[in-house]
Nanobody, 121 residues
Framework: RVQLVESGGGSVQSGGSLRLSCAVSEYTSASTYVGWFRQAPGQEREGVAVIRTGGTLTHYAASVKGRFTISRDNGKKVYLQMNSLKPEDTAVYYC???????????????WGQGTQVTVSS
C-alpha cells in the first residue's frame, strides 16, 4: 500500500511561515495526485491543495490561494509552503494520495498521520 508521512508542523505567530513535507512511499496509479488537507477543532476536514506527482498541475482552495504553494521534488516528497499565516489556518494538516485531480477527500485512499500547525495572533 501507499504510505505517507507528514512533518514540519509547529507553532508560529500570525504573518509567519512554515513548510510542511510529505514523504510518499511510492508513486503508482493510486498516488497520481497528492493533496494537502486540514481539519480545525470542531470542523470538517477541507482540501487545501493538490498536485499531480508526475508534473506541475496544481489547484488550491480559495482560502489559501496566493499564500500557500504546493510543490514536489525529484524524489518522492511533496511540500506545502505556507506564508502569511493567519490564526484561521490553525489545524491538523494531512497529506493524502489518490487517483483524481480534486480537493474532495472522498477521492483519496491513503492518508498520513497528520501534523499540527498552530498560528497565534
Amino acid at each position: 500500500r501507499v504510505q505517507l508521512v507528514e512533518s514540519g508542523g509547529g507553532s508560529v505567530q500570525s504573518g509567519g511561515s512554515l513548510r510542511l513535507s510529505c514523504a510518499v512511499s511510492e508513486y503508482t496509479s493510486a498516488s497520481t495526485y497528492v493533496g494537502w488537507f486540514r481539519q480545525a477543532p470542531g470542523q470538517e476536514r477541507e482540501g487545501v491543495a493538490v498536485i499531480r506527482t508526475g508534473g506541475t498541475l496544481t489547484h488550491y482552495a480559495a482560502s489559501v490561494k496566493g499564500r500557500f504553494t504546493i510543490s514536489r521534488d525529484n524524489g518522492k516528497k511533496v511540500y506545502l509552503q505556507m506564508n502569511s499565516l493567519k490564526p484561521e489556518d490553525t489545524a491538523v494538516y494531512y497529506c493524502a494520495a489518490g487517483d483524481a485531480f480534486t480537493l474532495a477527500e472522498e477521492a483519496y485512499s491513503y492518508w498520513g498521520q497528520g501534523t499540527q500547525v498552530t498560528v497565534s495572533s
